[in-house]
T-cell receptor
Framework: SQQGEEDPQALSIQEGENATMNCSYK?????LQWYRQNSGRGLVHLIL?????REKHSGRLRVTLDTSKKSSSLLITASRAADTASYFC????????FGAGTTVTVRA | EPEVTQTPSHQVTQMGQEVILRCVPI?????FYWYRQILGQKVEFLVS????????KSEIFDDQFSVERPDGSNFTLKIRSTKLEDSAMYFC???????????FGPGTRLTVL
């Protein structure tokens, strides 16, 4: 399966701290995407990184991709209570294959 | 900002009944998808649709499921005879290009009693 698998499963941090989560996958990819899901709601696309890119930034988000290790990381800097959500990486083979996600809780 | 919409937000049905879940993808998108998420589990791909036909489907998408784009704006998922295990959140998504970001709707929570 191409799906991404996130690590850790859960993360609890204080507001203002950084949150880092990792994703590993098994096969070659065209791109990898990160999504956020607030409890019981739809998925929101955060960032897409292509296989020929190593790092990408979007606001307080930084994503890295290491295709040799088949891994990606998502860093959220200066976290806020509103960042509390589940975060998923998804490998793309026209369809998205999601992992189980990392649940991030940001304490005020 | 354009968004994907889904109706209804919550559907309760009796086992064995047919349900139709509706989606309005972003208007200039060409690729359409259905995913589902059973409570507490991963988001799972069901089916992708392009150029008025199914381009890929998962093992979950058996002959009880069908999709249709009945007009230029709607994209529907039909479950012919619902089972208890069909209870889940169903998400519609669309994208402009095959490998680009997908925009998800808010989901329909299907409860089969």
């Amino acid at each position: 399966s191409q799906q991404g698998e996130e690590d850790p499963q859960a993360l609890s941090i204080q507001e203002g701290e950084n949150a880092t989560m990792n994703c590993s996958y098994k096969t070659s990819i065209n791109n990898l995407q990160w999504y956020r899901q607030n409890s019981g709601r739809g998925l929101v696309h955060l960032i897409l990184i292509r296989s020929n890119e190593r790092e990408k930034h979007s606001g307080r988000l930084r994503v890295t991709l290491d295709t040799s290790k088949k891994s990606s990381s998502l860093l959220i800097t200066a976290s806020r209570a509103a960042d509390t959500a589940s975060y998923f990486c998804a490998t793309v083979d026209y369809k998205l294959s999601f992992g189980a996600g990392t649940t991030v809780t940001v304490r005020a | 900002e354009p968004e994907v919409t889904q109706t209804p937000s919550h559907q309760v049905t009796q086992m064995g009944q047919e349900v139709i879940l509706r989606c309005v993808p972003i208007s200039n998108h060409l690729y359409f998808y259905w995913y589902r998420q059973i409570l507490g589990q991963k988001v799972e791909f069901l089916v992708s649709f392009y150029n008025n036909e199914i381009s890929e489907k998962s093992e979950i998408f058996d002959d009880q499921f069908s999709v249709e784009r009945p007009d230029g704006s709607n994209f529907t998922l039909k479950i012919r005879s619902t089972k208890l295990e069909d209870s889940a959140m169903y998400f519609c998504a669309s994208s402009g290009l095959a490998d680009n970001e997908q925009f998800f709707g808010p989901g329909t929570r299907l409860t089969v009693l």
